[in-house]
């Protein structure tokens, strides 16, 4: 940890334990979550693939050198850029996790740590990367210094977010089913012959509703002010998924190839509105002269 950051408080310690926990307990899932084909997997799988083309705008300017990847996880983006030349230091707080990724991504090297007590010496990457980590963050700006410390002055960050809105598809969904929800479950149990039911005990929130904080993109960008950073580029990730009355229509698989297209429409000039709508915002960053 730099000396000027204090040691976190007693809330953000439950958070960032309840964190390393979950995570600890479902290591084995995230194989798994970034070779499927649920939409969650799609998600994972674009932000990546993003992430990794911010880099390579990097490298075409400055060439590649030494990554740290905060949150690695599994190790599935650090082996991709490992792949395209950087040499990747991999930080997370679980040790299964970190196992993990030792196997998916041989190169690298593996470091238990939180993001707010970052074990180097200032100025050590050439540029960091902090994919769905934000949101599990207790002090997102004590940590977002922390990484600057970390990086170069001439550095770069990419960091994404979760977006607290509903998705432009959801969206759409939502007009184009036309009929109110209860009206057409109303109609429903008439036809099927089923009585009024009692809605069902709201159960305990989960995980990620509970510990990851969805933030705008102008949120986002706001942190990364006040920590020290300015966004130089912006992308939207993921545009959910299109539901009539409930019913898939199609393919998951078309669902994707509508998010894919939407991501290329919103790398457009003007298209900044299309691209706060996406369910995950992706943004590169430079450190401000101190």
């Known amino acids: 940890m730099h000396p ?4 976190p408080g ?18 084995g899932d995230w194989d798994a979550m970034y070779r499927g084909r649920v939409p969650e997997s799609y998600n994972y799988r674009a932000r990546a693939a993003a992430a990794l083309q911010m880099l390579h705008r990097v490298a075409e300017h400055g060439g590649t050198g030494r990554l740290l990847d905060i949150g690695s996880g599994a190790g599935f983006q650090a082996a991709a850029a490992s792949a395209a030349g950087w040499e990747v230091v991999g930080v997370d707080l679980s040790l299964p996790m970190l196992r993990r990724a030792s196997a998916n991504a041989p190169q690298g090297l593996w470091v238990v740590a939180s993001a707010d007590a970052l074990p180097f010496k200032g100025g050590t ?25 970390s990086v170069r002055p001439d550095g770069h960050l990419v960091v994404s977010t979760l977006v607290n809105q509903r998705f432009l598809l959801d969206r759409l969904s939502h007009v184009v089913s036309v009929v ?20 069902p005990p709201p159960g305990a929130p989960s995980f990620f509703a509970e510990h990851n904080t969805r933030r705008t993109e102008q949120q986002l960008e706001s942190l990364l002010t006040e920590a ?11 545009y959910g998924r299109f539901r009539f009355m409930g019913k898939r229509l199609w393919p998951e698989r078309f669902d994707e190839t509508l998010s894919d297209l939407l991501t290329q429409f919103a790398r457009l000039p003007g298209a900044g509105v299309l691209r706060r709508t996406a369910m995950t915002t992706l943004v590169l960053a430079v450190p401000t002269p101190e």
Do not use: C
């Open 4 to 7: 000027e950051h204090g040691a």
């Open 10 to 27: 007693g809330q953000a310690r439950d958070q960032l334990r309840a964190v390393k926990d979950y995570f600890s307990r479902n290591s």
């Open 125 to 149: 990457f050439d540029a960091a990367m902090m994919l769905g980590v934000v949101g599990y963050l207790p002090e997102p700006v004590t940590s977002l210094r922390e990484v600057r410390a």
């Open 180 to 199: 109110p929800d209860w009206i057409y479950l109303s109609i429903k149990r008439v036809l099927t012959r089923a009585g009024p039911q009692e809605p």
């Open 228 to 238: 020290g950073w300015r966004a130089v580029r912006r992308r939207g990730i993921n």
